[in-house]
């Protein structure tokens, strides 16, 4: 057998005699499994350019002009090359020309049926890999691995340049969904599968901070932090534990976020909340902490859909922590038992006695004006979240209290690729490489990759 396949292939490509003979002579396994892919390697491009040739020499159908409608006219071969994941394939394919001399440039059908851009250099394929690998990891570490791991010679500038035009395409994609939510006011329920579609869809925001360039074009001076607003969409699955417990598990997590006012938060938002189904949901739970404009975007949108709100509790006692900061000292053990009966308290419901308590601290002439007015902040506060601290019913349906999803989605989406030692972003990069975080999160990344049979004109 491997005699007959090593004949066969010394025959058909006298080219790769010098990497067959080396894969022959490997000792170790290890050299073998080396040597034989770099046969495999100039095989495939072998293979590949002896199919391009071929659909190259079949007749062409030319178009028409789109300036004279004349029938396009071929001026014969010309080369043309493209990087790949196995090297630089090189064909030769029809030209063609509009017989009136029309300024439209020369036009390649074969390209267009390829699915090639007229500029492009590099195969979507590579590109793909490329940026999906800058997802994760800085540039010149994607470029790093791609070398190792598929032998492909790129720098982490010719990367940045595809995150870049992934980047722009997904932009794209993003205004013209926007652009068709706001005319049309409706957008198609992705399909999701029957028993996901019964089960709690989750919300919850925060904001991140990020570094950026002071000034653009310029990485020198000291960074200037903006804030990033994020959204999880998520819905609420239940797993069994080995002894039997139930477990809250998150499904179909789908992340939003952007650089950005709270508005460009809403609106993207309310675009993915349409396409997980909120209209259709059997119960939206929103959970947030306390910033204000977040729980504006729940009255504004989700609570007229009959959204329930819920406070992060772990925020709410951070509240009736600096209330007994101020009211006792906390290192008092009045103060702490105060802060622990409190806290007591408001998990089983007793909402109202915190509030009671607090407003008569807040009313005693015998404080210092500051500290009343600490302690009337927190009193209003918990008032104006009275219903969203209702949070023995809520355990009783088995939703979360905690925004904790949340901020893990920010550690994942944002920290980790975007706030790395001396890391600073200018705004487009940012947005761009934000952009395809969030397509490979959501499960859109590869339609970003999809060549696109349009403009092959050779211009
Ligand atoms: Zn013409």
């Not at 969409?233 to 997590?253: I, Y």
């Not at 951070?318 to 009966?341: D, K, N």
């Not at 200018?426 to 397509?439: I, T, V």
Request: charged share 20%; net charge positive.
């Amino acid at each position: 057998m491997t005699p007959c396949l090593v004949g066969s292939i010394r025959q058909a490509a006298p080219g790769l005699q010098e990497p067959l003979e080396a894969a022959m002579a490997a000792g170790t396994l290890e050299e073998m499994i080396e040597r034989a892919e770099s046969v495999t390697r100039a095989l495939a491009l072998l293979l590949i350019g002896a199919i391009l040739t071929c659909r190259a020499l079949a007749p062409t159908v030319w178009p028409v002009c789109r300036v004279c409608e004349r029938t396009l006219r071929s001026k014969g071969f010309a080369p043309r090359e493209i990087q790949t994941r196995f090297g630089v394939v090189r064909w030769r394919r029809r030209l063609g020309r509009c017989p009136s001399g029309c300024t439209i440039g020369q036009f390649a059908p074969l390209d267009t049926a390829l699915g090639l851009a007229g500029g492009q250099r590099t195969s979507m394929e590579l590109q793909r890999s490329a940026s999906l690998l800058a997802v994760f990891v800085p540039l010149e570490t994607a470029a790093a691995i791609l070398r190792r791991m598929q032998g492909v010679k790129v720098c982490g500038s010719g990367i940045w340049n595809w995150v870049q035009a992934a980047g722009a395409r997904a932009e794209a994609n993003l205004q013209g969904e926007l652009a068709k939510l706001e005319a049309t006011g409706a957008v198609a329920i992705e399909q999701i599968e029957a028993h996901i579609a019964k089960l709690v869809l989750l919300i919850g925001a925060d904001g991140v901070m990020v570094p950026f360039r002071p000034t653009p074009g310029s990485p020198k001076g000291t960074a200037v932090w903006r804030e990033v607003k994020l959204a999880v969409l998520a819905r609420l699955d239940q797993r069994l534990r080995p002894n039997g417990v139930a477990q809250v598990k998150l499904a179909r997590r789908r992340l939003v976020a952007v650089l950005g006012d709270i508005d460009a938060l809403a609106v993207r938002l309310k675009l993915e909340a349409l396409r997980q189904g909120i209209t259709v949901a059997p119960c939206v739970v929103w959970i947030s902490d306390g910033a204000r404009g977040l729980w504006r975007l729940f009255h504004d949108y989700l609570a007229p859909l009959g959204a329930l709100g819920i406070l992060d509790f772990y925020h709410a006692v951070g509240q009736l922590w600096s209330a007994a900061e101020t009211w006792y000292h906390l290192y008092l053990p009045s103060g702490r038992e105060w802060l622990a009966r409190a806290r007591r308290q408001l998990r089983h419901g007793e909402v109202d006695s915190v509030i009671t308590q607090l407003q008569e601290a807040a009313d005693d002439a015998h404080r210092s004006p500051d500290h009343r007015k600490i302690i009337q902040r927190v009193t209003d506060y918990l008032t104006t979240h009275r219903d969203h601290l209702r949070y023995p019913v809520f355990k009783q349906r088995d939703l979360p209290i905690g925004s904790g999803f949340v901020e893990s989605a920010c550690k994942w989406l944002i920290q980790q690729r975007f706030k790395g030692v001396g890391m600073r972003w200018s705004e487009d990069g940012f947005n761009n490489l934000l952009l395809l975080r969030l397509a490979w999160a959501n499960d859109r990344f590869d339609q970003l990759f999809s060549p696109s049979p349009m403009g092959a004109s050779t211009r």
